[in-house]
């Protein structure tokens, strides 16, 4: 069991930078798969990046692809969004989840279906 805790999130302007940042619990972080997802007010949840236990293979949403970086860091258990050049479409709720390494990220993706989940952070990106 890992336990997730988001930090980093605020109201920035247009064109601003924010760094999320997820510590989780336990010694095994590295054998977890993470990603990051949103909700927006009105809206579902959906994917925005993810990257694999050994950092070697990192997946983004279209939305984001160019702007957004995902790194982890297994030695200090955490994970981190690199946001850029974001635009009031960012404005959500931001998630962090973990999925044990032995599920194919890309079907946890696509799916959603990670097994842990932060109680997430607010990012707001006004004009």
């Known amino acids: 069991q890992v336990q997730l805790r988001e930090s980093g999130g605020g109201l920035v302007q247009g064109g601003d930078s924010l760094r999320l940042s997820c510590l989780a619990s336990g010694r095994t972080f590295n054998s977890y798969h993470m990603g990051w997802f949103r909700q927006a007010p009105g809206k579902g949840r959906e994917f925005v990046a993810a990257?694999?236990?050994?950092?070697?293979?990192?997946y983004y949403a279209d939305s984001v692809k160019g702007r957004f970086t995902i790194s982890r860091d297994n030695i200090k258990n955490r994970v981190y969004l690199q946001m850029n050049s974001l635009k009031p479409d960012d404005t959500a709720i931001y998630y962090c989840a973990a999925e044990p390494f032995g599920t194919d990220i890309v079907v946890a993706i696509t799916t959603g279906g990670f097994d842990f989940w932060g109680q997430g952070t607010q990012v707001t990106v006004s004009s």
């Open positions: 990257i694999t236990w050994n950092g070697k293979a990192d």
